[in-house]
């Protein structure tokens, strides 16, 4: 059985693109509505689990510098 999430994924991928998009600014915006502790709660979720991934080994680390010089290259071909 799919999940809400999923449905709304599957019939969110249907619509045109300029409603698409309206949809995500309205879902970004709604998140605005958070207060600043379930704003902070979430992010540990985040971290924990990113953490855990790289703990599995299920992701690797990368440098800051290696990190920093991708953004810079993609930002001058802009």
Do not use: Y
């Not at 709604?30 to 991934?53: I, K, P, T, V």
Request: aromatic letters at 6%.
């Amino acid at each position: 059985m799919l999940t809400e999430l999923m449905k709304c994924e599957q019939q969110a991928k249907k619509m045109p693109l300029q409603e698409r998009a309206l949809l995500i600014r309205h879902l970004i915006e709604g998140l605005d509505d958070l207060d600043e502790q379930n704003l902070q709660h979430l992010w540990m979720q985040e971290a924990s689990r990113r953490f855990q991934e790289f703990k599995d080994g299920k992701i690797t680390a990368r440098s800051s510098r290696d990190v920093f010089r991708e953004v810079r290259k993609k930002i001058k071909t802009i």
